[in-house]
């Protein structure tokens, strides 16, 4: 069941990333902002050459290289762990959030970001990199919380 719960939650998260992606690239110019809560959440497109809030900006190249690495060592860790519900859960999220932005490495040589916090001074991100930031998050969770260490 929870190697389901893993298909699930990786198939979900890749296609809600990228049908979100897509539906800011055809319906907010680039680097236009559309206001969704006021002072608090706007959409603007952006086009993030590098990881998450920008960094190493115009190194594909090594997310190229490095992404399937991550995915594969995160694939096995899943497997390994699968019988434990904040194991899955976390690697299932981290593998979904690589996929979706190396997807888009792949296709366009950058990935979309949109989300921009209003009311604190944050990097722009997309719905992968919360993925990505809720699975490593609950990841360390579950490495403290391990009861078979």
Do not use: C, H
Not at 7 to 32: C, H, M, R, T
Request: hydrophobic share 55%; net charge neutral; proline share 2%.
């Amino acid at each position: 069941m929870k190697k389901i719960l893993s298909l699930v939650i990786i198939v979900a998260g890749i296609v809600v990333d990228q049908l979100f992606k897509n539906w800011i690239v055809s319906s907010i110019p680039y680097e236009s902002q559309k206001t969704v809560i006021n002072g608090l959440l706007s959409l603007t497109y952006l086009k993030n050459n590098g990881a998450a809030w920008s960094i190493l900006q115009g190194q594909q190249w090594l997310f190229n290289i490095l992404t399937p690495i991550a995915v594969l060592v995160a694939l096995y860790f899943l497997w390994r762990k699968n019988s434990e519900l904040f194991y899955n859960i976390a690697l299932s999220l981290i593998v979904a959030g690589a996929l979706g932005n190396f997807i888009d490495r792949l296709r366009q040589g950058f990935v979309v970001d949109m989300f921009q916090l209003d009311f604190i001074n944050f990097p722009i991100f997309n719905i992968a990199d919360s993925m990505l930031s809720i699975g490593f998050v609950v990841l360390i969770l579950a490495i403290i919380l391990d009861k078979n260490d």
